[in-house]
């Protein structure tokens, strides 16, 4: 959610970013060289549309532009580190690819440790000088619940100082409208009827405020419907939440081609971490193999490498991990940090049972529990699971399913190769989130959130 997302902000850091970037390469060449030799600052010069175009993708992709309620600099210093990493080995690769061998890569490696601190620094002040602009007044038009979980995803360090209001179906209606015209931001939970949304959307819209409205399950199936004229009647097409033929192949194809490179690139990697599971517990298997459900609910055997005790679930039955959960091993710890237990599911995408990108398979177990909960779950199972998602770099592991399954919905109803393309290169940065990697939060810890309930932070 942008709070304060303006284009001028968006130009203004974009732009700021590049000149950092560019001041880097400056800087660079000066401690190396103390000067500017023509041969090397000439291959710099022929480089420079590449550096700069690839820079403007990347700061896209991972969204550096953005300027929300939620941006901490540990969230800023993650995205700009693989910003910067991913833009030095660009940038050797279009030395090598344009032939521009002058271009010293010395002061590449140098310029790389400029651009962190100099594009940490210009973010960081810019987000501290519009800070102001990002704190301000919210309503919150929903039941405790709704509005618990929401109070706790906006108390961000950057909206630090912001206040709220929580407002439940039935109150007056008059007051509401006020409320309305008082505050900066409205946001209207799932639970509320069509009357009361439809009333403060219109009411907003009057006074010239913007609402965020969290979508239910029902709005994420008209999303993207068609129109057309039934003779004098303007009506809707509804597409099924399918892939078509084309964008399957072409999936596919994608799928096969890119499995097989990183299963040869990360050949060393899984035989290491098969040699050092078992050599932790030598009588258990390094690879860990259970049957989930594919599309169209069709079961499959998933493989991951093993990072809990043997026969884990043999006493306690079908049940998530927790955030410090005893059944995990030491190497299983940091695997799972680093997600290198997923690694072996490239196989199952070579098969054919999964895709690089999808929902992530479940067991039929938390299947037909979560179908009892939310009747839209089983529409995640009419594409192939994925070893990341959207859900999976928008969330975190303890996000709800409810959630989760928003995310999911509207991937399928998305779907693109571009939109894959930007899931993959974001699913890098979760890798570097504790919170992405962690397990679900334990019951008294959700109880403990669920009874919190502040009107200032």
Same mark, same amino acid.
């Given at each position: ?43 710099? /010069? !022929? ?5 700069? @175009? &690839? ?7 991972? $969204?550096? %532009?953005? *300027? ?123 639970? /509320? !009827? ?5 009333? @403060? &959307? ?7 405020? $913007?609402? %965020?409205? *969290? ?243």
């Amino acid at each position: 959610m942008d709070f304060n997302n303006s284009r001028t902000h968006k130009f203004l850091l974009m732009l700021g970013d590049i000149l950092c970037i560019l001041i880097a390469y400056v800087s660079a060449f000066y401690i190396r060289y103390f000067d500017f030799p023509d041969p090397n600052w000439d291959a710099f /010069i !022929s480089l420079l549309p590449w550096i700069i @175009v &690839i820079g403007l993708f990347l700061i896209s992709v991972y $969204e550096l %532009y953005i *300027i929300d309620g939620k941006q901490t600099l540990s969230d800023l210093f993650r995205k700009i580190l693989v910003v910067v990493t991913m833009l030095t080995f660009l940038t050797m690769a279009s030395s090598y690819l344009f032939r521009a061998f002058a271009m010293p890569r010395s002061v590449i490696v140098i310029s790389t440790v400029f651009m962190v601190v100099y594009l940490l620094v210009f973010n960081a002040v810019f987000l501290k000088l519009t800070r102001r602009n990002v704190v301000g007044k919210f309503l919150i038009v929903g039941n405790k619940t709704n509005t618990d979980q929401l109070i706790t995803k906006i108390n961000y360090p950057m909206l630090k100082g912001s206040e709220y209001t929580c407002v439940r179906e039935g109150s007056n209606i008059k007051n509401i409208r006020q409320m309305v015209i008082d505050s900066n931001y409205i946001i209207l939970c799932t639970d /509320i !009827s069509k009357e009361l949304k439809s009333q @403060v &959307i219109y009411h907003a819209m009057e006074h010239n405020k $913007e609402v %965020y409205v *969290i979508p239910t399950l029902y709005e994420l199936v008209l999303q993207r419907a068609t129109t057309s004229p039934l003779d004098d009647t303007l009506v809707m097409g509804v597409k099924p939440f399918i892939l078509t033929w084309e964008k399957l192949f072409f999936k596919r194809i994608f799928d096969i081609i890119f499995s097989f490179i990183i299963l040869v690139l990360i050949s060393p990697i899984l035989i290491v971490m098969g040699v050092i599971i078992k050599l932790e517990d030598p009588k258990a298997a390094a690879i860990f193999k259970q049957e989930r459900l594919g599309k169209d609910d069709k079961p499959f055997t998933i493989y991951k490498f093993r990072s809990m005790i043997s026969d884990a679930e043999s006493y306690t039955g079908p049940v998530l991990a927790s955030t410090d959960d005893d059944r995990i091993t030491k190497v299983g710890k940091f695997i799972r940090a680093t997600r290198i237990d997923e690694l072996p599911q490239f196989f199952n995408v070579l098969k054919g049972d999964m895709s690089i990108v999808g929902p992530r398979p479940e067991r039929e177990f938390f299947i037909n529990k979560l179908l009892k909960e939310h009747y839209h779950y089983g529409y995640r199972n009419r594409v192939k699971p994925g070893i990341t998602g959207y859900a999976q770099v928008m969330g975190k592991y303890t996000t709800v399913a409810e959630d989760k399954l928003r995310f999911d919905l509207f991937y399928i109803r998305n779907y693109s190769f571009w939109l894959d393309l930007l899931i993959i290169l974001k699913t890098v940065l979760v890798v570097f989130d504790k919170s992405k990697s962690e397990g679900t939060e334990t019951e008294n810890n959700i109880k403990e959130k669920n009874n919190i309930y502040h009107h200032d932070h």
